[in-house]
């Protein structure tokens, strides 16, 4: 899961990235690779053809804007048919948001979403949760603590049924840490910092990402990329195109 | 028999093509609505897509650029035909000073001939005849260098379409007003309306409102698109007390609505006071462009004399925060933007950074510009003493402002205290110590010292073009 990061699958990964550099493309990125690499499975001989219907979705993506016009445009261009995952039930798009009335708790959002998770079945391995925009929650109204404890009950039900989950967070003010991104940077086993160029944009080299450990995490099991010796990437309509930094391999 | 079907191209895009709208050069998906401003249109990508909200931050608090560019997005949904939907209390007002075609236009227009006026092309890439303060060229077949012969004049922004070429970006001037029976016209046939948010008392009650009537106007009818226009979200006026959670929630909320309606766009000015990145905190200009599709922030230069100075032509700076990208990872505008320039950088020379952006409200019209530092020491002078180290430093999308007032960017520069200065004037350095403001005479000593080095000490040293302008290391009327 993750290219060229080898994060293993089931771990909880928070994603943070800037507004000149937005981690978009990591998100896509995950949900396509793993609808791809269920396709690959589902053709070889000898596992299973398809997945039952039932069995659950494979990929979860609670966001707090459902765009499902700029999913399904990306997705297209790299090959995935995501219209048509859609209808199977193997994605599904839910919206955390929408309030009923003037209340805003995440609690029937929660419940929702671990109902859908319990009752998924264990046979497909790679399964995935994307939590887009902890921020947006916050900005439009949602409690700091409202929040966390949503992560952190979601954050569980996914170890227990061993799905992968991904939080994405918005930095806005670069320098400093945040007390929710304290909070978030306690409970994760992996930290993907999306950061751009100090320089400004520059038509070559979109951003960089470094990898970092979480609090959670065991040592020595995943590379890590270093803040001074991160990946940069330039970002196409297909997909990201990852070099060292201060090389120029297949870029320039 | 082939087995090859030729595609056929009325059934190829399930899109419906609207009018006065023209479809994304990046993707197929996407349809831009133009938002009257040709270079505007260029910043954003060839214009602001359907189903996006664009909004933009004014700071300046003595100048009205945010509204002026409502009025052409207003002025431009009139000329196409779409259904505009005006949000403020004070709407009528604000339509009564929109900007209409120019009278030459509309006198060719009445005389019904079908071939678009062609307008003189400047060497600055400026097409009205009578524009003030351009250099008009008197000879144009200059001898140049062979190997500069194939290159494009030097140009600082893209050409305005020529009159009546097509039902997009339509050429307003500024010296012209929307005539009332237009107005009037557009009102009664329900192509025009406006709203008052109401409920300003309310906190929060002014956005709720406004989003269930944005609502009701979306879901009318789909047949042509709609603009909605908010000339100044946040002012007190209209929208009462307002807070940071407010706002993001109503532009969110917004944004939510025009993704189920994807006929609709918006576009938004921020009240002065809401357009500074401290307003609820820092970074408040960035959550700004992460809940909305695009995000740019006109800093006029209005409250920086320093900065007016240096940049004599131009009248503020463009920060640009976000872009629209509704269909692809890659934003439209970096690819294909003329005045950002990364396009043409990207290719395989290692990518230069992006242009730097500024704007200028000459009479006739709003124009945004790519922004260049002079020479130094100005193009006029003759340099006879060391050149001053760099002068202003600009930066580009971080979010950081710009502020030439040298004693907060001298920490910065590696040179240390000195700070060079570009003057229009007579050969005349300024050297800016980080004690207490040097006086102007000292200065001026101190520069003739430096550039008179050659013999007649009699000769006065020459004495500075007289400026008529705003100094501000005089000592301050209001300091008390």
């Not at chain 1, 497909?124 to 439009?140: G, P």
């Not at chain 2, 093509?17 to 990508?45: F, K, M, W």
């Not at chain 2, 189903?51 to 933009?56: F, G, R």
């Not at chain 2, 004495?463 to 290391?473: G, H, N, T």
Request: net charge neutral; charged share 20%; hydrophobic share 35%.
């Amino acid at each position: 899961m993750f290219s060229p990061f080898d994060i293993p699958s089931g771990a909880f990964t928070l994603i943070t990235d800037e507004l000149s550099a937005p981690a978009d493309f990591l998100l896509h990125g995950a949900v396509n690779a793993c609808l791809k690499e269920q396709a690959t499975k589902a053709r070889v001989p000898g596992l299973r053809a398809k997945p039952e219907s039932g069995a659950g979705p494979m990929v979860l993506v609670l966001s707090s804007l459902v765009d499902l016009a700029k999913w399904k445009a990306v997705a297209s261009k790299q090959n995935v048919n995501l219209t048509q995952h859609i209808t199977n039930g193997t994605v599904k798009f839910v919206d955390v948001a929408s309030t009923e009335g003037s209340e805003m708790v995440l609690s029937e959002a929660f419940n929702s979403v671990s109902e859908i998770i319990r009752s998924s079945s264990s046979e497909i391995s790679e399964r995935l949760v994307i939590l887009d925009d902890v921020s947006t929650l916050e900005w439009i109204g949602f409690s700091p603590l409202d929040i966390m404890r949503f992560v952190r009950a979601l954050r569980i039900a996914c170890h227990k049924a061993n799905w992968t989950f991904i939080v994405r967070y918005h930095v806005v003010t670069p320098n400093e840490v945040d007390e929710q991104l304290q909070q978030l940077l306690g409970i994760c086993t992996y930290h993907l910092d999306v950061r751009p160029l100090y320089s400004g944009r520059s038509g070559a080299v979109s951003g960089e990402i470094a990898l970092h450990l979480g609090a959670a995490a065991r040592q020595d099991e995943v590379k890590l990329i270093k803040r001074s010796g991160s990946l940069q990437y330039r970002l196409l309509d297909t997909g990201p195109v990852y070099f060292q930094k201060g090389t120029s391999e297949g870029v320039l | 028999m082939s087995s090859f079907k030729r595609k056929d191209p009325s059934k190829q895009s399930n899109l419906k093509s609207y009018e006065g709208t023209r479809v994304s050069p990046a993707s197929s998906s996407t349809i831009n609505t133009s938002t009257g401003i040709s270079s505007l249109d260029d910043i954003l990508g060839g214009g602001l897509p359907l189903s996006c909200s664009l909004v933009i931050a004014a700071p300046d608090l003595h100048s009205s650029y945010g509204e002026l560019v409502q009025k052409y997005w207003v002025a431009e949904g009139l000329a196409c035909g779409h259904r505009v939907c005006v949000i403020d209390d004070y709407a009528e007002d604000f339509l009564r000073d929109l900007m209409w075609y120019p009278k030459s236009a509309l006198s060719v227009a009445s005389g019904a001939t079908s071939g678009g006026i062609k307008e003189k092309e400047g060497p600055l890439g400026s097409t009205f005849e009578d524009e003030e303060d351009e250099p008009t060229p008197t000879d144009r077949k200059v001898k140049i260098a062979w190997r500069y012969e194939q290159m494009k004049p030097f140009q600082t922004t893209v050409s305005t379409p020529s009159l009546t070429s097509e039902n997009y970006c339509h050429v307003f001037d500024l010296t012209s007003r929307v005539p009332t029976p237009v107005v009037n016209e557009k009102l009664v046939s329900g192509k025009l309306s406006l709203l008052a948010p109401g409920n300003p008392n309310r906190t929060g009650g002014a956005t709720m409102s406004a989003l269930r009537q944005v609502e009701q106007v979306l879901q009318e009818q789909s047949t042509v698109p709609i603009r909605i226009c908010i000339p100044s979200l946040g002012s007190p006026a209209t929208w009462g007390d307002i807070t940071p959670s407010n706002v993001l929630q109503f532009l969110h909320s917004l944004r939510g609505l025009l993704r189920k309606y994807p006929h609709g766009c918006a576009s938004i000015t921020l009240a002065p006071h809401l357009s500074s990145d401290n307003w609820s905190g820092s970074g408040w200009l960035q959550k700004v462009g992460w809940v909305t599709d695009a995000s740019l922030t006109l800093a006029a230069f209005s409250a920086d004399p320093a900065l007016s100075a240096t940049f004599p032509s131009h009248h503020g700076i463009v920060h640009i925060t976000a872009l629209p990208s509704p269909s692809t990872l890659v934003a439209p505008s970096d690819r294909f933007s003329t005045l950002r320039g990364l396009a043409s950088s990207a290719s395989g020379f290692g990518g230069s950074g992006e242009n730097n952006l500024a704007f200028k409200c000459t009479r006739k019209r709003l124009i945004f510009e790519t922004l260049h530092l002079d020479l130094d020491g100005g193009v006029s002078e003759r340099r006879t003493s060391a050149p001053s180290s760099t002068a202003v430093e600009l930066t580009t999308a971080t979010g950081t402002s710009i502020s030439a007032s040298a004693a907060a960017k001298s920490h910065d520069h590696s040179q240390g205290t000195c700070n060079g200065h570009v003057s229009s004037g007579g050969p005349r350095i300024d050297i800016e110590f980080e004690g207490p403001a040097v006086p102007e005479e000292k200065k001026a000593v101190v520069a003739g010292e430096l550039i008179a080095p050659s013999p007649q000490p009699e000769t006065r040293p020459k004495k500075p073009k007289k400026k008529v302008a705003f100094f501000s290391d005089r000592p301050d009327v209001y300091d008390f």
